[in-house]
């Protein structure tokens, strides 16, 4: 079974940066996707954004294209979520979660393409 531990959250003014970490551990080479997706109260989860580990296609929400980049490091089976110009809105509770089976990349918005989901980290963005 995968383990996810997301960190790297926080409390940041709109327009500055934030770095959130995801640590994978148990059997991630099973992983056929991650993804990062967040939950602000009384909303449901949202999609963010995910990475196919083969050919490391990505597919980003739209409200964060373009401020938001994932990146991955095998070695470190640790994935990333850098966050550039936040605004009030991306406050969240952001989750790390992996997928084991093959979709197409347009498939990993549902939260229902992924098995594994982390316990998430909070993001709080003052306007």
């Known amino acids: 079974q995968v383990q996810l531990v997301e960190s790297g959250g926080g409390l940041v003014q709109a327009g500055g940066s934030l770095t959130l970490s995801c640590v994978a551990s148990?059997?991630?080479?099973?992983?056929?996707?991650m993804g990062w997706f967040r939950q602000a109260p009384g909303k449901e989860r949202e999609f963010v954004v995910a990475?196919?580990?083969?050919?490391?296609?990505?597919y980003y929400a739209d409200s964060v294209k373009g401020r938001f980049t994932i990146s991955r490091d095998n070695a470190k089976n640790t994935l990333y979520l850098h966050m550039n110009s936040l605004k009030p809105e991306d406050t969240a509770v952001y989750y790390c979660?992996?997928?084991?089976?093959?979709?197409?990349?347009?498939?990993?918005?549902?939260?229902?393409?992924?098995?594994?989901w982390g316990q998430g980290t909070q993001v709080t963005v003052s306007s």
């Open positions: 990475i196919r580990r083969s050919g490391g296609l990505t």
């Open positions: 148990g059997p991630t080479s099973s992983s056929a996707a």
């Open positions: 979660a992996a997928a084991t089976v093959y979709y197409n990349v347009g498939a990993y918005r549902q939260t229902s393409a992924y098995d594994y």
